[in-house]
């Protein structure tokens, strides 16, 4: 599952995910109920008007990103009618909260977006929670309206919270997935699409999309199946030869490089099992 792409929960753009070419490309899209509708409760009918009416129409995976704070109860009530099986929890920040939709969503898979700076300064408490291989996210927008800076345009602040929320993520075995990017413009696209390398590169999985300009290059670049090849493929020759060097573009000048890349590898196996459990039995 490489691209996930948020839609807001409004007619005039749900409709689209069953014709336009671009919006099918993505591995999943993910009906925002959160930041990209006001009327929340409108959205919530809307969407149910929808999934009984077309949901057998879409391809794509289908994931919610809830509003926590407006309407729970119907929202949860819309994923469990539904079989919504990803559901995206964001501005987590509370102990309480965490155990609350762990407790609510028990067959669901769950991605949870951290967007406040005390949270990422101190994940443990949430990420002591979490199971193994859950879904994270950072919320880059939210981030950015704190300090009063866009993150997006500071390369080496985005890459010091990118680097520090992989850390913790490494720490409790949790999934990093890539933030979104309002870099969705044809002339921005190539900028985008060095972003998303260098974020693949750090170990980010997957990535969330904001618009369907973006989903070709996400999946492009965040090919897990490709990079388990590859990356098996380095450790195979590198055994082979039993001596250190470039294999396949990549330097193994120790043992520590080739535990790298068996981490990596492990890390896209987790990812790739929640997602498609039968090839990794």
């Known amino acids: 599952m490489r691209s996930f792409l948020v839609i807001p929960a409004i007619d005039k753009y749900l409709y689209k995910t069953l014709s336009d070419k671009k919006i099918k490309n993505a591995d999943t899209i993910m009906f925002d109920l959160e930041d990209g509708i006001t009327d929340k409760e409108s959205g919530i009918d809307i969407l149910k008007s929808f999934f009984t009416k077309q949901k057998t129409n879409i391809n794509n995976r289908i994931a919610i990103r809830i509003d926590r704070a407006n309407y729970l109860e119907q929202q949860i009530d819309l994923i469990k009618e539904h079989s919504i099986n990803l559901v995206a929890i964001p501005k987590v920040n509370r102990v309480s909260d965490v155990k609350n939709f762990l407790n609510t969503f028990k067959k669901e898979?769950?991605?949870?977006?951290?967007?406040?700076?005390?949270?990422?300064?101190?994940?443990?408490p949430i990420f002591e929670l979490l199971p193994s291989n859950s879904l994270v996210v950072l919320g880059i927008r939210d981030l950015s309206s704190q300090i009063s800076v866009n993150i997006e345009k500071s390369e080496y602040l985005s890459a010091y919270i990118h680097s520090e929320f992989l850390i913790a993520c490494s720490k409790y075995d949790l999934l990093p997935v890539d933030t979104v990017s309002h870099k969705y413009k044809f002339s921005s696209l190539y900028s985008f699409y060095k972003d998303c390398k260098i974020n693949r590169e750090l170990g980010y999985l997957g990535k969330i999309a904001i618009h369907p300009n973006q989903t070709n290059i996400i999946n492009k670049v965040f090919n897990n199946k490709k990079l388990l090849e590859t990356y098996?493929?380095?450790i195979k020759?590198?055994?082979?030869?039993?001596?250190?060097?470039?294999?396949?573009?990549?330097?193994?000048?120790?043992?520590?490089?080739?535990?790298?890349?068996e981490n990596q590898i492990n890390r896209i196996k987790r990812y790739n099992q929640i997602f498609h459990p039968t090839e990794f039995l």
């Open 109 to 124: 898979t769950l991605m949870w977006a951290i967007e406040d700076f005390a949270t990422l300064k101190n994940t443990d």
């Open 232 to 234: 098996s493929q380095i």
């Open 237 to 261: 020759e590198f055994e082979k030869k039993q001596s250190f060097g470039k294999f396949l573009g990549e330097n193994i000048l120790g043992v520590a490089d080739k535990l790298r890349l």
